[in-house]
């Protein structure tokens, strides 16, 4: 089954609506920075890969638009553990 995630500018989101709920992940967008600071999965749609299709959605918008993602939320931060390719979003050392 595909879900479509929508980028909500207005409310600086990521959301993905199933069956009359709303997941999302928050964000604070800064200079060529995507702080990631909360991520919900209301409880019905819980294990099924939702928190992962919003955290690597949001991660490769922010590689596409060629920003660095500080990963305040606990659950990006266990995203990008398990997924080295996206540490070096995380990586700021480059960064005036």
């Known amino acids: 089954m595909e879900h479509t995630i ?6 600086s989101r990521f959301e993905l609506s199933l069956e009359g709920h709303l997941a999302h992940i928050d964000y604070v967008r800064g200079d060529g920075t995507l702080d990631l600071h909360h991520t ?15 955290a690597r959605f ?21 995203f990008i553990d398990r997924h080295p390719a996206y540490q070096p979003l995380t990586d700021l050392s480059n960064e005036d």
């Open 40 to 54: 919900l999965v209301p409880k019905p749609l819980e294990g099924r890969g939702i928190g992962s299709l919003l």
């Open 58 to 78: 949001a991660l490769d918008y922010a590689n596409a638009n060629d920003l660095k993602v500080i990963p305040t939320c606990p659950f990006v931060k266990v």
């Open 6 to 11: 929508i980028h909500n500018e207005q409310k």
